[in-house]
């Protein structure tokens, strides 16, 4: 009734709207006009930019300074640092260890939760919530957490006799603070392996489950030769994305520990900033978080090559 | 057999326990402290895990009144609001378009959208602080209104695309062999359908711009221009040493929007989070 209206309407309106209205039909008219907002807005605040960080990383760009290319400069001075060199192992070790550790722990988890629960929605949502608060001001509350004097980790775990007095300090140690730092991010990772895992487990046929423990297999064997074979491509997904992510992770170490004690938590983020702002050698910042990139063509090679094969 | 299921249902519930208390403690531990009196916060012989001397809101009336915490909270608003606005009405569009129509290049449009919604920002903020700069948009709450669609609109555009992919195609060719233009059959039959993929996209769009950090930290840095996120981590803790009572106040109150629509939505937070990455 109503479309049939406007199609009266428009009949009698001058032909320069009825023109319009027509190219809008246009499949190749329309497309193009929809999707040119979202283009303009990636080329100019995201491709541009990575031409500028390009750039800056082949420059000698300093905050309020007119800039000059220097080649390969800023790439091979970095290479003397300590401070990179320290930064590049950990970036390898803080994301193989977390995401290892978010991989095991969300298979766990996803489980679990697909078992028979009685309070289904409470648990998920509660599983959940490290996920969705903010992680500069969750990571707060783990900074508390770690303090050197009042640590409840600690008081935890010298009340259950499980450390010596005073226990660690977290965030002055090297390796603790390390530690820390991976903690924290399971913490706020380990929700999207879980409930993502999950919604992979759901999918799995129960009927395979069935057949297999007509033939007698135990759980165990039904794990390994049902839900993990099944369960891949979920399982691929997850960890590419979190490679991704965790590699990158800025918030975390950011509030925690600033990068100290004496590099041992940098991450190629952090020490960006530090470099780039704090010191303001831009070129330098520049060239560090351009080590990320490579990470990411990797990852987005493996997504589109392997993962999204079926839907394109 | 009953009773074998039972036992395995309590074993079940046993195991997720420490799960639990690892997802949860924290944040019970930093409102609790944002609750407690100083002399008990600070007293080293007391137990961290309860309160004994009594509860005290003296933290959070230090905060709301003595720091900028509610222009903090304001400006927060104000950015993942227009931020949000801005990305799904972008993302609908391209989404739309992606999903239904064929037009030149639309593959590797869509393989484009898939790349950006991979960018970390922590990749690109060094570039992007100079062409802020540029924009005279330097320590504006702005820069964020502009530069948190490049994060939001790849997110949107994705999980929409999904959504429209499963409204069936012959519903909205009906309307337009009934004479409905494509606009009109997007907004009057499309949309309807699938609203409950943009309240999805709405919430996620909302969480990711109030959680954002490294953008807001970098481009904005006086009091009056900062984010909630950015002024509880800078600058409560400068100054005077005890201050963790005000500080994981702060922590819990920058939470409670997200909390707020986490309770009424979760089951929107729980689909968007498997589509956003499997579809």
Redesign the interface.
């Known amino acids: 009734m109503a479309?049939?209206n406007?199609?009266v309407v428009a009949a009698a309106r001058p032909p320069l709207r009825v023109r319009i209205?027509e190219l809008?039909?246009r499949?190749?008219v329309?497309?193009?006009?929809?999707?040119t907002?979202?283009?303009i807005?990636?080329v100019l605040?995201?491709a541009?930019?990575?031409c500028?960080?390009l750039y800056?990383s082949v420059s000698n760009a300093f905050i309020g300074r007119p800039s000059h290319f220097v080649g390969l400069k800023n790439f091979i001075n970095l290479w003397e640092s300590d401070a990179f060199r320290q930064t590049f192992q950990n970036a390898f070790v803080f994301t193989g260890t977390a995401v290892a550790c978010k991989l095991v722990?969300g298979i766990s988890?996803a489980l679990?939760?697909n078992?028979?629960?009685?309070f289904k929605?409470l648990?998920?949502?509660?599983?959940?919530?490290?996920?969705?608060?903010?992680?500069?001001?969750?990571t707060?509350?783990?900074w508390?957490?770690f303090?050197s004097?009042?640590s409840?980790v600690n008081?935890?775990g010298i009340a259950l006799g499980l450390m010596e007095p005073p226990g660690p300090n977290w965030l002055g140690q090297k390796y603790y603070a390390m530690t820390a730092v991976v903690v924290v991010n399971v913490?706020r990772g380990?929700?999207?392996f879980a409930?993502?895992i999950l919604?992979?487990l759901v999918s799995i046929p129960r009927e395979l489950y069935e057949a297999a423990e007509a033939d007698g297999a135990g759980p165990v064997t039904r794990f390994w030769y049902i839900t993990l074979p099944l369960l891949k491509p979920?399982l691929a997904?997850?960890v590419l994305?979190s490679t991704?992510?965790t590699?990158?992770?800025?918030?975390i170490v950011?509030?925690l520990t600033h990068g100290g004690p004496i590099n041992s938590t940098h991450l190629?983020?952090t020490l960006?900033?530090q470099v780039?702002?704090e010191s303001g050698r831009?070129g330098e910042?520049?060239a560090i978080?351009?080590y990320?990139?490579p990470v990411?063509v990797l990852?987005?090679y493996a997504?589109?090559k392997f993962v999204?094969k079926q839907t394109? | 057999m009953s009773r074998r299921?039972l036992r395995?249902?309590i074993l079940?519930?046993a195991?997720?326990v420490p799960?639990?208390v690892?997802?949860?403690f924290?944040?019970y531990?930093?409102t609790l402290?944002s609750l407690k009196t100083d002399r008990e916060?600070?007293d080293?012989a007391a137990?961290?895990?309860l309160i004994r001397q009594g509860v005290t809101f003296e933290h959070y009336t230090k905060l709301l009144w003595d720091t900028s915490f509610l222009t903090w909270t304001k400006n927060s608003l104000l950015v993942t609001v227009l931020s949000t606005a801005i990305s799904l009405?972008?993302?609908t569009?391209?989404a739309?378009?992606?999903a239904r129509?064929?037009?030149?290049a639309?593959?590797s449009?869509g393989?484009?959208?898939?790349?950006?919604y991979?960018?970390?920002?922590?990749?690109?903020?060094?570039?992007?602080?100079?062409?802020v700069n540029w924009l005279g948009l330097g320590d504006s709450k702005w820069a964020l209104v502009?530069?948190y669609?490049?994060f939001l609109?790849?997110f949107c555009?994705w999980l929409l695309m999904g959504y429209f992919r499963t409204v069936p195609k012959e519903v909205e060719e009906c309307?337009m062999v009934?004479?409905?233009?494509?606009?009109?059959a997007l907004l009057r039959i499309v949309l309807p359908i699938a609203v409950p993929g943009l309240v999805c996209a709405a919430l996620f769009a909302f969480?990711l711009s109030?959680?954002e950090?490294?953008y807001a930290?970098?481009f904005t840095s006086s009091s009056e221009e900062i984010t909630?996120?950015?002024g509880?981590?800078t600058e409560l803790i400068r100054g005077d040493s005890y201050f963790?009572g005000s500080?994981?106040g702060?922590?819990v109150l920058?939470?409670v929007p997200?909390?707020v629509l986490?309770?009424f939505f979760?089951d929107y937070?729980?689909s968007g989070?498997?589509a956003g990455?499997?579809k």
């Open positions: 479309v049939g406007v199609g209205r809008l039909d499949e190749r329309l497309g193009p006009l929809f999707i907002p979202a283009l807005l990636i605040l995201v541009y930019p990575f500028v960080a800056f722990l988890l679990l939760l078992q028979q629960l009685w929605r648990i998920r949502g509660a599983v959940l919530l490290p996920w969705v608060i903010p992680t500069a001001l969750s707060l509350g783990w508390w957490m303090n004097l009042y409840v008081w935890t913490w380990l929700p999207f409930i993502t919604a992979g979920v997904v997850v994305f991704i992510f590699f990158s992770d800025f918030n950011y509030v190629f983020a960006s900033r780039g702002l831009i910042g520049a978080s351009l990320l990139f990411l990852v987005v997504q589109l999204r394109y | 299921k395995s249902k079940a519930h195991a997720l799960f639990l690892f997802a949860l924290p944040f531990h930093m402290t916060l600070y080293r137990a961290p895990l009405v972008i993302g569009i391209a739309y378009a992606l129509l064929k037009f030149f639309v593959g449009f393989t484009g959208i898939f790349v950006t991979l960018v970390p920002t922590s990749l690109l903020f060094l570039p992007l602080a100079q062409i502009v530069t669609p490049t609109v790849p555009t309307a009934d004479g409905a233009t494509r606009v009109q969480t109030w959680n950090f490294i930290l970098t909630a996120s950015v509880v981590t963790w500080l994981m702060g922590a920058g939470s997200i909390v986490y309770v979760l937070y729980v989070l498997t990455a499997l």
